[in-house]
């Protein structure tokens, strides 16, 4: 690419040179046509994989697992966020819930940043009363958080950006981040993101997708759970780790850095009882 790059400069800068070129290509022999050719191919190739964008096949030890990132993708993701990822792939979690994790997609600058913009705005969470379509304070949610206005710094809008490339949702559709903090023994019991009421519907559209970012490791426990999924998780590994609340289901415990998606409704926009979760 830097190369037609340079050559469409090279022509801007003389066009004379260019003209005569095409004229006396017109007289070369079909062989040097040829050879011409294959020599440009080769430059083109030998800068592909200089940048990581061409890469090949070295033997079964070395094959790109799905998913995986090359380093030329690491360095255009970084260049849009605050601070180095580590290694990114995506991993499929289950199909019901439609639930995918993002490993390393914030950085731990990027995880300090949001923590420390929204601690003085951290108040007791709230739910959505089904009747009213308003907040309001309840028993089953005990968690602390802030909400940050969509778009309002240059770091907040490439995190919302990246947001929008891993689900293929417009940023326009998004809602605004909310921060939250789970203390010790604090919850959120199982419940749905999407909406019950016609209020919230009609005023912003239904919650069809959400995700969560982890902005800090913890000790034991603090797993999200989906207490409905299908399938047999007790197979998986590390679930002798999980938490008593963690092996009713589909679990994952939090990792800075790392991002879940899931799917509230299906693919039809009917409800997934299987999106269920705390």
């Given at each position: 690419?830097?190369?037609?790059?340079?050559?469409?400069?090279?022509?801007?800068?003389?066009?004379?040179?260019?003209?005569?070129?095409?004229?006396?290509?017109?007289?070369?022999?079909?062989?040097?046509?040829?050879?011409?050719?294959?020599?440009t191919l080769s430059v083109v190739?030998?800068?592909?994989?200089?940048?990581?964008?061409?890469?090949?096949?070295?033997?079964?030890?070395?094959?790109?697992?799905?998913?995986?990132?090359?380093?030329?993708?690491?360095?255009?993701?970084?260049?849009?966020?605050?601070?180095?990822?580590?290694?990114?792939?995506?991993?499929?979690?289950?199909?019901?819930?439609?639930?995918?994790?993002?490993?390393?997609?914030?950085?731990?600058?990027?995880?300090?940043?949001?923590?420390?913009?929204?601690?003085?705005?951290?108040?007791?969470?709230?739910?959505?009363?089904?009747?009213?379509?308003?907040?309001?304070?309840?028993?089953?949610?005990?968690?602390?958080?802030?909400?940050?206005?969509?778009?309002?710094?240059?770091?907040?809008?490439?995190?919302?950006?990246?947001?929008?490339?891993?689900?293929?949702?417009?940023?326009?559709?998004?809602?605004?981040?909310?921060?939250?903090?789970?203390?010790?023994?604090?919850?959120?019991?199982?419940?749905?993101?999407?909406?019950?009421?016609?209020?919230?519907?009609?005023?912003?559209?239904?919650?069809?997708?959400?995700?969560?970012?982890?902005?800090?490791?913890?000790?034991?426990?603090?797993?999200?759970?989906?207490?409905?999924?299908?399938?047999?998780?007790?197979?998986?590994?590390?679930?002798?780790?999980?938490?008593?609340?963690?092996?009713?289901?589909?679990?994952?415990?939090?990792?800075?850095?790392?991002?879940?998606?899931?799917?509230?409704?299906?693919?039809?926009?009917?409800?997934?009882?299987?999106?269920?979760?705390?």
């Amino acid at each position: 690419m830097v190369a037609a790059t340079e050559r469409v400069s090279d022509s801007e800068r003389g066009g004379a040179t260019m003209a005569k070129g095409r004229q006396s290509r017109k007289r070369t022999s079909s062989a040097t046509l040829v050879l011409t050719t294959l020599l440009t191919l080769s430059v083109v190739t030998l800068l592909l994989l200089s940048l990581g964008i061409l890469s090949l096949p070295v033997g079964s030890d070395h094959v790109r697992p799905a998913h995986h990132l090359t380093s030329f993708d690491r360095r255009v993701l970084e260049s849009a966020g605050m601070g180095k990822r580590g290694e990114q792939w995506v991993e499929i979690l289950s199909w019901e819930p439609r639930a995918f994790l993002y490993h390393n997609f914030l950085s731990k600058d990027e995880c300090e940043y949001l923590i420390n913009i929204a601690k003085p705005h951290m108040v007791k969470s709230t739910v959505v009363d089904v009747k009213t379509g308003k907040s309001k304070d309840s028993r089953v949610r005990t968690s602390s958080g802030a909400f940050l206005k969509r778009g309002q710094d240059k770091i907040i809008r490439n995190i919302e950006k990246r947001i929008a490339d891993f689900t293929f949702i417009p940023v326009e559709h998004g809602e605004g981040l909310q921060v939250l903090h789970y203390g010790e023994g604090q919850k959120y019991e199982s419940h749905f993101d999407c909406f019950f009421d016609n209020y919230n519907v009609k005023n912003g559209g239904q919650r069809i997708a959400t995700v969560l970012m982890y902005l800090s490791d913890v000790e034991e426990g603090g797993e999200t759970v989906f207490p409905s999924a299908k399938g047999n998780f007790s197979s998986l590994p590390g679930w002798n780790e999980r938490s008593e609340c963690g092996k009713r289901g589909l679990s994952l415990k939090p990792k800075l850095g790392d991002a879940l998606l899931f799917w509230s409704m299906g693919p039809d926009a009917t409800l997934d009882p299987s999106s269920l979760h705390g």
